[in-house]
């Protein structure tokens, strides 16, 4: 290739992936259109192929690409640009050819894509031919709209499962599809009635025993299809029971409604009661009025309609009537109940003070003083009679419990004063809650306890001015807290950093209140109005860093919205037509949710990884079997890898162990976890493999690195002693030697060419200074021995002279000037010599000679045109110049004094012209 179409190579034929991709996708050239199948398969890059294929047109060359390209991926790339040129195709436009590419689509996608968005119905029909998937036919079923497509479809899909799936997502849509489906279903298995029926019974039954979701109107609708003359009455019966149930369990406007009528007509019930109780109230006792009254005022009666509560307000005031005049008829019996009251919990106490007994008896001496001798009061005689007996037996059995109280109360003096003095706050309080129990249970007019009173007053005193100092210093350290965040405001915290410590104040102002609160006491006290100021800073330091929590908050409800969503994903899953790529990437894609539940509100955390964990077992124990047959193709190429560390061919073990690493994705899906388990086995029996090549690498390595070393060393010590040659002839014998120690290296291995080029280049540029060096010596000479010879041709020096001074020179430069003692000086070609040496250095001719410098110009241009002197190079005319000059006779003084500056013009710019070409 010449150098001016290497310059012109087409872009897409370039060295660098980028700029053939960028030619191939922007390109309009011919020639890249005819080639373009050329780079689909030879290309190194993958994605130059693909741009490539997305520009081919003809039909037949995706076709072949499917059927012979090695790239799976391209394949499958070639075969949906045929599903979407054939999609283009209208019925007008196709042809056979056509019909037979859409049955040979090889992709499952391509032969949906062709079947949903065709515009021909042959096409679409022999790419319906071909697919052989139930779930994705009963897909395409529900999305297409042509009839004649959908009954092309139905005839294809002969799987029950998929044919009940499509019924139960037609809901109430395309009646003429749902009976065709139905049609095809009976035909295929013709089920009995009753089994039918046990089947929907099961199915409601489900909804409690098992909490599963089903469609209950589709449920109703299919019972509602199957002959009832043929069901059993139990059946029915079960069926209408199951029924109610799930409607209850599942529709919540109808539990809500079942439970409204319950509710109606319990208070409904109620009222009837009611209004019984009311016409036979003069029956009822006293206490037995008291009972149906506070029975019916509790009840409640928001579903009864106005005349239903006016009914129970009357019947209310009946019954409240009737207790008046029955209480009126007692005298005073609401005291006497609550003496009985007063009694039964002082019988209930564990002990008894003796100063009771006359309380109560002459309360009740009181309370029945004007009342009348009645049943009810004669009942509740009885009941106090007996109660005061309890009573004063339990005093009498309690008292010496009391007199021990009393003891122990006392000995808890000198203990609660001594934990006062000391300032242990907690434990006083505790100890003197103990002596208050025990002063109850002795009762506070126990002799012994009169005896102490004063002591143990003291101990309260003592014990509020502990508290009080406590509650001072609580109160500092409150203020500091306050102080601390007043410091923070406008400080501009990390927002994150705000909220830990306002938690972190909040729970030491918590810490300093439960210290506080002593044991018995009900709650802490709280200065409310250092509270009210912690409060304020606290809103004043939050509210800057309230728009980041909510903006945090926004993209936690984004993140749970998303979580919510693949989880509905994952329970919709058709685990039976499931392809078991998409549910491990379900799986997946759960897991790394899980791992990322930190975006989530904290509270939602849990329910959202219960959801992700349910139905990620849900999924992996449908997949497991699959898992056991990928995991056993997969421990099948681990042996095969773990065999090649035998093989004793390098070459042949590496080049098996690619293949089984691009056999590796194929052999199936397995769990993340045993799959990490078993890549890890595969690699380090694949790495036995590799690091033997590494290590035969590294040895190869070596070795080149002690030849590069030999050969730098070489380069090195005759580069040295390139510097050190003083003439051509040991220069010429280096280089020899050179390049005979250069090929021993070469016959060792590969060397670096670079290094000796540039050895090479510095031979050649020493070479030429030492023949410049040379030539410039020569000159010299030649210029000493024409001013010797000139001498001697104008008489100024003799023969025996000129001899002697010649013989200082070189016999090779004396010999360029033997013949000029016989020659005579030829002026005018001294002259022409003059003009030449102009013309050759580009000097101006004086004006006296323009003349003869245009003829010998006119000369000089028809020989170089006649072929003469063409391969000359200018310093080699220069170099004749100079050499036929110097050889001239020179004896006309004249000529030499009159063109003296001339001459020395002439010559010094033609001996420079001659060195210059061997500098």
Known sequence: MSILNWFNKPKWQSNNEQVRLTAIQHSSEGELKAHLSDIVFHDSSEKVQKAALNRIQDLSVLQHIVQHHSNKDLQLLADKRLSHFLAAITPEQQTETHKTIARQLQSNEAKAHLIKHGQSLALQQSAISQLKRQGLLGDLLLTVQSAELQHALLAVI???STLKRILKQLGHKNADLKAAITQKLQQQSPEDPNQMAEDLCRRLEHVVLKNQKVDLNDIELQWHQLPQDQLSDQLKTRYLGALNTAKMTLDSDYRDAFLKQQ???????????????SQRANNLSLSQLQQTIEQYQSAEIDTLNEEQTAQWQQGLATLNEHLIKAQQDAQAPTECHDILAELNRQLEQSTAAPHSLK???????????Q?????????LQNQFDDGIARLADKITATADRRNQAADQAVALIEPTKTKIKDGQLSEAKALINRLNAHQKEAGFNHP??????????????????????QQWSHDKVRQQLIEDLKQLVGSGMHPDAVLQKLQQANQQWADLEDMEKLPGDRYSPRNQKQWQEFRTVSQALFEPAQPFFEKRSEQQDQQLEKINHHIKTMQAADLEEGVPQELSKL????????????????????QAAKALRREMNRINDHLSEGYKKAEQNKQALIEQAKALADVEDLSEAIETAKELQKQWPKAGYVSPKVERTLWKKFRRANDKIFNRRQAEQKAQQAEMNALKKQCLELIKTTRKQLKQCQDIEALDQLRSEFNGNWHQLAQQGHVSQKEQQQLLQDFDQYKQQLTAQRLNRNIKQWQHIDALYTQHEQGDLSADELDKKLSDFSTDAGSWFADRLQQNTDTDDLLERLIAGEYLTGLETPKDYMDQRMAYQVNVLADRMAGQEANQQVYQRALKWLKHWYQQPKDNQDLLRQQHKRIQKVTKAVTDLALSGKS
């Open 448 to 469: 012994t306890l009169k005896k102490h009173k004063f002591a143990i007053d003291q101990l309260w005193n003592q014990l509020k001015e502990l508290r009080q100092w």
């Open 359 to 369: 309380q109560l008896r002459n309360k009740w001496q009181r309370a029945t003083k």
């Open 158 to 160: 002969d799987q029950g």
């Open 587 to 606: 799986v997946r894609t759960a897991v790394n949710y899980l791992k990322n539940l930190d975006k989530l509100p904290p509270k939602d955390r849990g």
């Open 263 to 277: 509710k109606q007509q319990k208070q409904q019930h109620l009222l009837t009661q009611l209004l019984n109780h």
């Open 371 to 379: 009342a009348s001798d009645t049943a009810d009061l004669v009942a």
